[in-house]
């Protein structure tokens, strides 16, 4: 196996990965990052914190670089108006009508115009991530390959947004999506899937003693006492925290038990505040407020902690481009709930780790988590299946070797 001299990175080190996944997977990314090991990538997304895309590159830019290969990242700078732009822009291509006004298409041109001007770009391969930074094309004398990667759900985009969008898609070399449906016929570029995937030596996934587990909830005033169920996102209408409650209220007339939505702002969604505000309202409307908590922290220790004691996470989404909330949960052994919408499927497989619902669907929900709460053989069962499931398809190592497969192909 080839040797490089890596940067401490306390637990995250190559010895680590390989008593996790294997000594053949180790060396097959080795043998697959020897041929570009001289080249220089680079992406470019809009925040280093808040949602899946910022938590998959804060993981795997370091691992690549330790392990040889020269992969940089940069983030967008942009104004609030530019951000309330690109949320509705995301939100179109998950289905919303939006208005797309002139005056937000130049916001959002000049924004990235402006960015482009002090961010030089001389590498050999840049990865675009999400629509934010997608015009940056326009804006370079482009002499490498440029690949648009995009996590949202783009099954039915709304056609003014896609059509709009389309025409700075169509300059990439490639576009890389999460599911099969989201493959657009009318694009002529190469698309291809590759599945997102979690760390599992990060603080949010590796296992954490009960000692530990146990001085974090109490810190946070997570009581034990009542089964936990939870739902950890933004808060994000696509997320329907709203809906959440209301299943919880259908279970709580069953079963003496506790909700908790544990979530966080990110930087590049300007529509977060306001939803937090509108589930805080629903919370005091609540005959069962008191069993409802709600949780506005970023901390991965204490995403891990609720992972792991939670009996069962539910996660009603109304569109997911993928969801690695959903593998983190699996990973830790613990049954899921949740919308058979997007990328969620992929990792649900419906009555062997979780249960699948449509979004609407409130009683189907509430009947599964119930099912749950009463059976602890079946969460057990179902909880040591999720964990061997995403252990054997969505952890990082597997994410790295899918993306050098492109490299290689690109940097030919």
């Known amino acids: 196996m080839q040797v490089i001299k890596t940067f401490q990175m306390g637990p995250k080190n190559l010895k680590e990965y390989q008593k996790v996944v294997g000594k053949d997977i180790i060396k097959k990314i080795f043998q697959k990052i020897k041929p570009i090991s001289k080249k220089h990538l680079l992406c470019i997304s809009s925040t280093y914190r808040g949602g899946g895309v910022a938590e998959i590159l804060n993981a795997i830019v370091p691992l690549f670089n330790e392990f040889g290969l020269m992969l940089g990242w940069r983030i967008l700078h942009g104004s609030a108006d530019f951000f309330t732009i690109t949320k509705m822009l995301h939100n179109g291509l998950q289905g919303e009508k939006i208005n797309l006004t002139n005056k937000k298409k130049k916001i959002y041109l000049e924004t990235n115009k402006r960015f482009s001007t002090f961010t030089h770009i001389d590498h050999d391969l840049v990865i675009i991530h999400d629509p934010q930074p997608l015009p940056l094309i326009e804006f370079y004398n482009k002499k490498q390959p440029w690949i648009f990667r995009c996590h949202v759900d783009l099954s039915n985009p709304t056609p003014t947004v896609w059509d709009y969008l389309k025409k700075f898609i169509k300059k990439y070399d490639g576009m890389i999506v999460s599911k099969a449906e989201y493959i657009k016929k009318d694009l002529k570029i190469e698309q291809n899937i590759i599945y997102p995937a979690i760390d599992p030596l990060s603080l949010k996934n590796k296992k954490l003693p009960k000692s530990l587990i146990k001085k974090i909830l109490k810190k946070y005033n997570i009581k034990l006492e009542k089964p936990i169920i939870s739902q950890i996102s933004r808060f994000d209408k696509w997320k329907d925290p709203q809906g959440v409650i209301k299943v919880f209220e259908h279970v709580r007339e069953k079963i003496d038990c506790q909700l908790i939505l544990l979530g966080s702002l990110a930087p590049d969604d300007p529509e977060g505040p306001e939803i937090f505000e509108k589930v805080k ?18 901390s991965d220790k204490l995403v891990n902690c609720l992972q792991t004691v939670s009996e069962v996470i539910i996660q009603k989404s109304k569109r997911e481009g993928f969801g690695l909330v959903i593998a983190e949960a699996l990973y830790k052994g613990t049954p899921v709930v949740a919308s058979n919408v997007g990328g969620i499927p992929l990792q649900v497989i419906n009555g062997i780790n ?13 009947e599964s988590i119930i099912k749950l709460l009463k059976d602890k053989k079946l969460r057990n069962e179902l909880g040591k299946n999720g964990k061997n499931y995403i252990k054997n398809n969505f952890l990082i190592t597997r994410l790295m070797l899918d993306w050098l497969e492109k490299f290689n192909t690109y940097l030919k």
Request: hydrophobic letters at 30%.
């Open 354 to 366: 979780g249960f699948l619902h449509q979004p609407d669907d409130n009683t189907g929900f509430a």
């Open 281 to 298: 309202k629903m919370r005091e409307k609540s005959k069962y407020k008191e069993d409802i908590k709600l949780l506005l922290i970023k």
